[in-house]
């Protein structure tokens, strides 16, 4: 499969900030998208009570809108053209949200601008959000959430799982809107690992902290 679109765009990048006059040259078209990760389904276990999902973080440069590239060369480059609408953490920690609910693992879930108390809370940490270009002829989506469960019963903030997903995704064609779709794909199936990590025992998240 080529790639041809995506690695002028790369070519064009590295030119700029190589010194190149950006006068000398038309620029693509920007393109910018919404994280759109696949629907998620009901999870069989019993109920872990209620829950918040707080504002996710990302390492650098994975919180950044625009789509973020590992080259075969070993260099990294953050697309300047094409890019989401709003930044991965926030997108990914709504898509969470989601997530949970349709799980039915917990009695109530909600977000964090809401101002209820909850038994629990779930903070998550991107650790990889970007497209593998080192084999271009089979560029993949990788992303990677490590979420934390926290008692919220005490003013300890103990945690009380830590649950980790992975997810890799193909590039469908050589469009920006084909690594939009990678990269939602990839988070959806880490989104997916990430509730089916979540413990069959309702007294480890029940019983602690008294």
């Given at each position: 499969?080529?790639?041809?679109?995506?690695?002028?765009?790369?070519?064009?990048?590295?030119?700029?900030?190589?010194?190149?006059?950006?006068?000398?040259r038309n620029a693509p078209?920007?393109?910018?998208?919404?994280?759109?990760?696949?629907?998620?389904?009901?999870?069989?276990?019993?109920?872990?009570?209620?829950?918040?999902?707080?504002?996710?973080?990302?390492?650098?440069?994975?919180?950044?809108?625009?789509?973020?590239?590992?080259?075969?060369?070993?260099?990294?480059?953050?697309?300047?053209?094409?890019?989401?609408?709003?930044?991965?953490?926030?997108?990914?920690?709504?898509?969470?949200?989601?997530?949970?609910?349709?799980?039915?693992?917990?009695?109530?879930?909600?977000?964090?601008?809401?101002?209820?108390?909850?038994?629990?809370?779930?903070?998550?940490?991107?650790e990889e959000f970007f497209?593998?270009?080192?084999?271009?002829?089979?560029?993949?989506?990788?992303?990677?959430?490590?979420?934390?469960?926290?008692?919220?019963?005490?003013?300890?903030?103990?945690?009380?799982?830590?649950?980790?997903?992975?997810?890799?995704?193909?590039?469908?064609?050589?469009?920006?809107?084909?690594?939009?779709?990678?990269?939602?794909?990839?988070?959806?199936?880490?989104?997916?690992?990430?509730?089916?990590?979540?413990?069959?025992?309702?007294?480890?998240?029940?019983?602690?902290?008294?």
């Amino acid at each position: 499969m080529r790639m041809k679109p995506l690695i002028l765009s790369l070519a064009l990048s590295a030119s700029l900030l190589g010194g190149c006059n950006m006068f000398d040259r038309n620029a693509p078209t920007a393109s910018n998208y919404l994280l759109a990760p696949p629907a998620q389904a009901k999870v069989e276990g019993p109920l872990l009570g209620t829950i918040v999902v707080r504002p996710a973080s990302a390492i650098r440069p994975y919180d950044n809108k625009g789509f973020v590239y590992k080259l075969a060369n070993g260099q990294w480059r953050v697309d300047g053209y094409n890019g989401f609408l709003a930044g991965p953490p926030d997108m990914i920690a709504d898509a969470l949200m989601r997530a949970c609910e349709v799980s039915g693992r917990f009695n109530v879930v909600t977000g964090s601008g809401l101002a209820t108390q909850t038994d629990l809370a779930a903070e998550t940490l991107v650790e990889e959000f970007f497209v593998d270009f080192t084999d271009v002829s089979r560029p993949v989506a990788l992303v990677r959430l490590r979420t934390y469960v926290i008692n919220r019963r005490t003013g300890r903030s103990e945690v009380l799982a830590m649950l980790i997903g992975s997810g890799s995704a193909p590039l469908a064609n050589d469009s920006p809107g084909a690594v939009a779709d990678a990269l939602s794909a990839a988070t959806g199936i880490a989104i997916a690992q990430v509730i089916a990590a979540l413990p069959a025992d309702p007294a480890v998240f029940a019983g602690a902290g008294g």
